[in-house]
């Protein structure tokens, strides 16, 4: 784990103003009332996506407050100085060839002009319109026509603002969307980052700051995620809930519905099959609905027919100022069961042992922005690969990103921002309660999703802090308590003796870099130091045990043999030392195996970083090293040793559906 800063130049005449600023719009946010469905077109609800280009803006006023003293939100962002266009979703970071907002901290502005179908508009109608964002990096506040509609705090998730009443008074007239966006990272932030100011005039420019952040990735900014306005009627369904059980011949699917805006309405559901059969029907907010001889959401490369969805049709029938309004929404369903015992994961009553990635929402150019194709080559890759899980290190992936995963059947460990805890000051309360509500906010969220096996809610903090016992017993209890269904656990870099979180995770998650960050160039330490970590882990905890993360950095065409450090064949000879321990290990309590990284990803500029970390098997451009090939041969062999499986791929062309 590596830290990083980017550096600034800030005022400190009025750095404390600036400061405060920051401070007053992060308010702790309070937790988040009501459902997150992803925003779906049906009979009843129309989505318009707000993709392309936004007007933009950093701020770069001494105080990086220029754009809120002179209130730029109340009329068009050109009209207050100088825009370039800025692609959504993307990262700003890299698509200008200026390096000052390279390394930008601070706020920026984004505006967009849009134009709402009349339709929209009506009063009899009383059509609801609602802005939301897939995320926004990091802190946000949204204007519709110069009227503040929402707050939020971070970066992955989504959030969202009903403006149907600002938008009604004027049909016919583009609204303005307005959002203000920083960046800036502090102790009590998800992740944690910290300003540093350098007051040294004999080595530093004067006012110069850096954000120093204690995670090994770049501090990508921007409107990541898709940004769509989509409507429903006054009355509608807000949120569902969706559990399974089941057996070899029937299968519950338990589910709750919660409707907004009358108390008076009628609910009809249908479960279909994918070919469109219902399969079992249901009224009412809540009950079971009961589906016999189910086709059951199995991973990739456990089953012939992996990825199994049902779709759940909720018809909503409400009364409302004597006209009959309706809503309909459909849920996609995976029928499956989790279970963890002390040496092995369930999928379905099945041992699952993941052999899978980690990987970033990371490319170039357009940084952690949403981009189709790069998902699809991703898909592809993994499959190519035999790889049937990631963890969504460090922070929640992106909703389509998990749609796929559901449809894959790619199993999901579904990790929370929380990188980088390792201050004492963020293990305090204000820490904590903002961990609370990105975890009401990531399973709100990502409940509802059959690839979604586990809860991390932390990666590698400094949990041998005596804090730290609190602070994870909290979360982690918060996090069951929100969804009993699954199990949690946190990863962790610590001594197996020190780790003040692990007795309350349910499956151990070890990061560890034998022959890399630890007895660098030797290769000959890892059986013996691997096998010694995960004998005292699981003597300590008798917890199943996943390696969850292992590697070596290789930069693409350096060779050397014997192999030595950046080199391909270093890389290789690395991972196949430790398959030979997991091999042996994976007969007793080890369940999984995750290499980092998937690919190359970008990172703060260091002396140990050539263009960023170099750890993964695949080029950022998405191009093999000899390791891929390696770890191909291994996972497909696991993967082959289920009879239920097709024949492993010979050829380097994956034929897909």
């Known amino acids: 784990m590596a830290a990083g800063a980017s550096g600034g130049v800030l005022s400190l005449a009025v750095a404390g103003g600036c400061r405060l600023l920051l401070l007053l719009a992060l308010g702790r946010a309070a937790a988040p009332r009501g459902g997150m469905l992803y925003p779906r077109e049906t009979p009843s609800r129309e989505r318009k996506e707000l993709g392309g280009l936004w007007s933009f803006r950093a701020d770069f006023s001494p105080g990086r407050d220029a754009g809120f003293v002179q209130s730029w939100y109340r009329q068009p962002l050109r009209q207050t100085g100088p825009v370039i266009d800025m692609p959504v979703p993307a990262s700003f970071n890299d698509i200008t060839q200026d390096p000052s907002l390279e390394n930008y901290i601070g706020w920026v502005w984004y505006e967009k002009e849009v134009l709402l179908p009349l339709r929209w508009l009506q009063d009899d109608l009383s059509t609801r319109v609602v802005l939301r964002f897939g995320s926004a990096h990091y802190y946000s506040i949204v204007w519709v026509n110069g009227v503040q509609v929402v707050k939020h705090e971070g970066g992955h998730l989504p959030f969202e603002a009903d403006i149907s009443s600002i938008v009604r008074g004027s049909p016919g007239i583009p609204c303005r969307i307005t959002v203000a966006l920083n960046n800036t990272l502090t102790p009590h932030t998800l992740p944690p980052g910290s300003i540093q100011y350098m007051n040294d005039k004999t080595r530093y420019p004067k006012n110069y700051f850096v954000q120093n952040i204690r995670f090994d990735f770049f501090n990508y900014a921007g409107i990541h995620r898709p940004v769509v306005l989509y409507t429903t009627p006054p009355v509608y369904i807000d949120d569902i809930t969706v559990t ?68 759940l049709e909720v018809k909503m029938e409400a009364q409302a100022n004597g006209a009959l309004l309706e809503d ?120 509802n999703r059959p690839s979604v096996v586990m809860w991390s809610v932390a990666n590698e903090p400094a949990s041998e802090l ?136 970008m990172t703060n500029q260091g002396t140990t970083r050539v263009l960023g970390n170099k750890k993964g098997i695949f080029t950022r451009q998405r191009q093999p090293k000899s390791a891929a090939f390696v770890l191909r041969e291994r996972y497909w062999k696991i993967a082959n040793e289920s009879s239920c499986l097709p024949p492993i791929i010979k050829s380097h062309t994956l034929f897909l559906k």
């Open 466 to 601: 005596p804090p730290a016992a609190y602070y994870f017993k909290t979360v982690i209890a918060h996090t069951k308590a929100l969804d009993p269904s699954r199990p949690v656990t946190f990863v962790t870099d610590a001594n197996y003796a020190l780790d003040h979180g692990a007795p309350y995770v349910d499956v151990i998650c070890v990061n560890s870099y034998f022959s890399w960050y630890h007895d660098p160039g030797h290769l000959e330490v890892i059986p013996l130091q691997l096998t010694t970590q995960f004998e005292n882990w699981y003597k300590t905890y008798q917890k199943p045990i996943i390696q969850s993360e292992y590697g070596a950095d290789s930069v693409p065409g350096l060779h050397s043999d014997p192999p030595l450090m950046f080199s391909e064949e270093y890389q290789k000879a690395l991972l196949r030392e430790y398959h030979s321990v997991f091999d042996k290990k994976r007969k007793e309590y080890v369940i999984g195996e995750l290499i980092w990284n998937f690919a190359d990803f």
């Open 244 to 311: 399974t059980t089941s057996s070899e011949s029937v299968a519950m699917v338990k589910y709750q519905v919660s409707v907004v805006g009358s108390t008076l309405y009628s609910l009809a559901l249908s479960l279909r099959d994918q070919d469109g059969k219902v399969v079992a029907t249901g009224d009412g907010p809540s009950g079971q609905l009961k589906v016999l001889n189910p086709n059951l959401w199995w991973p990739y490369l456990m089953h012939e027919n992996p990825g199994y969805r049902y779709f």
């Open 328 to 447: 309909v929404y459909t849920l996609p369903v995976g029928i499956r069961t989790v279970h963890v015992t002390s040496a092995q994961f369930l999928i379905n009553g099945k041992p699952f042992y993941f052999h899978g990635v980690n990987k970033h929402e990371d490319a170039d150019i357009r940084g952690k922005g949403l981009d189709w194709p790069l998902i699809m080559k991703d898909f592809n890759l993994l499959r190519w690969l035999g790889a049937n899980s990631f963890r969504t290190s460090h922070y929640p992936y992106a909703e389509e990103i998990m749609d796929l995963c559901d449809a894959y059947g790619i199993v999901v460990i579904d990790e929370c921002p929380g990188v980088g805890i390792k201050m004492p000051e963020s293990f305090g309360n204000k820490s904590l309660q903002h961990h609370l509500v990105v975890m009401e906010e990531l399973i709100r969220r990502d409940k």
